[in-house]
T-cell receptor
Framework: DTGVSQNPRHKITKRGQNVTFRCDPI?????LYWYRQTLGQGPEFLTY????????KSRLLSDRFSAERPKGSFSTLEIQRTEQGDSAMYLC??????????FGSGTQLSVL | GENVEQHPSTLSVQEGDSAVIKCTYS??????FPWYKQELGKRPQLIID?????GEKKDQRIAVTLNKTAKHFSLHITETQPEDSAVYFC????????????FGSGTRLLVRP
């Protein structure tokens, strides 16, 4: 599968723990996005990378959230001191110069 | 900021009938309008998109229309089949630093056999 790959698919954690998700975009896609999706809602934009530079962050992204894309390839999203309200599907997407955005299958986070 | 409203939230049609989903947007600078289909537990998948210089685009049983003056666009599915059952999301973006997509809240389509 040469699409956007995300790991893990599911993550269950206790409140207060830190979690990290990984996204491998489609090869040669220089633009990478993180979105959050809750049940019954559309994906909400969290942050955007062009190559290794994080160029935009949503106000939804609190100080407990941090994202990196150190070599302009894969990206990680870390949530520190998780809260029950962080429970959601975290989607990664990538694209090249065209607007067409391709999504991964997501990481489903459950905070107990 | 940009706001995208999508209607209806649920839609039930008989197999073979047509389905229409409508979206309105607020930012007149929006110039790209994709539609995504998301089946339960799966990734959103791009099914059709349209740019602001085009009023209509068709791909087999799926078509999208855009009215820039009224700031609304619609998805039309003809001859619906049970496998069309899914959640459909509209989205918009504009030519800025990120080209990020802003999504509607989704329409759950059920095609009854």
């Amino acid at each position: 599968d040469t699409g956007v790959s995300q790991n893990p698919r599911h993550k269950i954690t206790k409140r207060g723990q830190n979690v990290t998700f990984r996204c491998d975009p489609i090869s040669e896609h220089n633009r990478l996005y993180w979105y959050r999706q809750t049940l019954g809602q559309g994906p909400e934009f969290l942050t955007y990378f062009q190559n290794e530079a994080q160029l935009e962050k949503s106000r939804l992204l609190s100080d407990r959230f941090s994202a990196e894309r150190p070599k302009g390839s894969f990206s990680t999203l870390e949530i520190q001191r998780t809260e029950q309200g962080d429970s959601a599907m975290y989607l990664c997407a990538s694209r090249r110069e065209s607007e067409k955005l391709f999504f991964g299958s997501g990481t489903q986070l459950s905070v107990l | 900021g940009e706001n995208v409203e999508q209607h209806p939230s649920t839609l039930s049609v008989q197999e073979g009938d047509s389905a229409v989903i409508k979206c309105t947007y607020s930012d007149s600078a929006s110039n790209y309008f994709p539609w995504y289909k998301q089946e339960l537990g799966k990734r959103p998948q791009l099914i059709i998109d349209i740019r602001s210089n085009v009023g209509e685009k068709k791909d087999q049983r799926i078509a999208v229309t855009l009215n820039k003056t009224a700031k609304h666009f619609s998805l039309h599915i003809t001859e619906t089949q049970p496998e069309d059952s899914a959640v459909y999301f509209c989205a918009t973006s504009k030519k800025d630093s990120s080209y990020k997509l802003i999504f509607g809240s989704g329409t759950r389509l059920l095609v009854r056999p």
